[in-house]
């Protein structure tokens, strides 16, 4: 995808300060792990089998391979990954073309990204046919680019993603700072050497160095974000 920001934009800030945010989208930037989950649901109940509300904290946030995957594994359903994979994308569709939510305040803190000329990319698990219909709904044109999942060779927990974020935005990952909603995105982030942001959806995550734990995006603004990166 295009970028939309000026490239010197994303060396404004200097060399020692907050340099780009990059955000996830599902349960993170819009109200859409609830989706999946009623997608998975959905789609297993079709094939005779009721999926356990503990296995819900186990794939969340995960790349659709390993989520599909291991719900295929657990209730031993007769479908193959690919199969499953094409199924979940269009359950997930049909819910995310009747509107989606975004985030307790996520309106207001890509407005103020936007002002301070701070530049944003979303940075998902997701494939891009799933990406680009969100971003028709929350407005592209408030990121720079995105990178979905199905457009790198390593999806998260890996780095890849954010590393690849990073370089797109000529920028250091130290000086980056990203926001989460679950573990296997937050260990991607800090795999890459980015601050983190970790706003918790379904599963719980404990503090750590480096990165910082809130209840919403409410807590978020930026000053927030660039004392995160200024005091690493």
Not at 208 to 221: H, I, N, P, Q
């Amino acid at each position: 995808m295009t970028s939309t920001v000026p490239a010197s934009l994303f060396r404004a800030n200097g060399s020692s300060a907050l340099q780009a945010v990059f955000l996830d989208m599902d349960g993170t930037l819009v109200d859409t792990e609830g989706f999946w989950w009623d997608a998975e649901v959905e789609a297993f109940a079709a094939l005779g089998h009721a999926l356990e509300e503990s296995w819900r904290d186990i794939v969340v946030g995960g790349p659709m391979s390993r989520s599909a995957g291991y719900l295929i594994e657990a209730t031993g359903a007769d479908i193959t990954l690919p199969e499953l994979t094409v199924l979940l994308n269009e359950k997930f569709e049909q819910r995310i073309d009747r509107g989606v939510p975004l985030m307790p305040g996520a309106e207001r803190l890509l407005t103020e990204l936007a002002r301070h000329n701070i530049p944003t990319a979303l940075v998902s698990a997701s494939h891009r046919r799933i990406i680009d219909r969100v971003l028709a709904s929350v407005g592209r044109d408030r990121f720079a680019y995105s990178i979905a999942g199905d457009e790198v060779s390593r999806t998260k927990p890996h780095p890849e993603p954010y590393l690849t974020a990073a370089e797109r935005a000529g920028a250091d990952p130290v000086l980056c700072a990203v926001i989460e909603d679950t573990a296997t995105g937050v260990a991607s982030a800090e795999a890459a050497g980015c601050r983190v942001v970790a706003v918790p959806s379904v599963a719980p995550i404990a503090p750590a160095g480096g990165r910082v734990v809130v209840r919403s995006l409410e807590e978020v603004d930026v000053p927030f974000l660039r004392t995160l990166i200024s005091g690493a």
